[in-house]
């Protein structure tokens, strides 16, 4: 995979109020697992933005698709979002047509309910949550391993602890930013996850 | 249920994600300095609230 970090995973995730701490969740579990999430927040305006989020994407060995979200929003007209998987078909297709070894992994809150709104995925196990997000740590646990220092619960429920109750709120505070998914705000919380790995994930404290 | 992937790239520092995320120094040092007291309060509460269970223990034995 030329240029595809080994160290980066792309989150595929609603940008939405009501999973915020969702996100606060995979940023604080991937970070766990010695990866930098990354996301679509980080783009900025330029070149066709398919482009730039195929970019991204491919910068990355790692993706992580929620699905969870696809459902009729509340503004009128009611419409479903097709971002999230019609983002997971850009990786599909890619890794179909040029195998590069990136892992992709799809999650989901319920369970069946892939099968319901995407049955072209049958025969894929998406990794089920539930409805708190410290599932999603668990479901992170379940799709990742390291040989070196597996992260438990303990420290990943820590680090996602500090990215809610504390760091969210101090970096929207300096940064002016009104939620978490602007830019400048998921790029501090990323840093504020690494910090809190590095000082929580046993075996990683060092400076 | 498929079988966890490995991951086996070393752990980035803060300052190789904080040059990734694209985050100044200055304010890399800020967040550290964030993180590291909020991660010290709540090990102060996590321990000051074990010695009140088991104060709480000894009395009731």
Redesign the interface.
Known sequence: MPGAKRDSAFLNIPYDRDYENHFLAYIAGVAAFGLDPRATLELTSGERRLDRIFKLISACKYSFHDLSFVKLDRKSPATPRFNMPFELGLVVGWQNAVPSGHDWFVFESSRHRLQKSLSDLNGTDPFVYGPDPNGILREIRNALARHDLQPTAAPMGDIFENLKEDAASWILKKTGASSVFEARAFAELVVAARRSAQVLVPGLRKS | ??K???????????WQ??K????SRK??L???K???E??AR?QEKQKAELATARKKRLKTA
């Open positions: 249920m498929r966890p992937v490995i991951v086996d790239t070393p752990y980035p520092t803060v994600t904080a990734k995320m694209g985050v304010r890399t800020e967040i550290i964030m993180v590291d909020s991660i709540r």
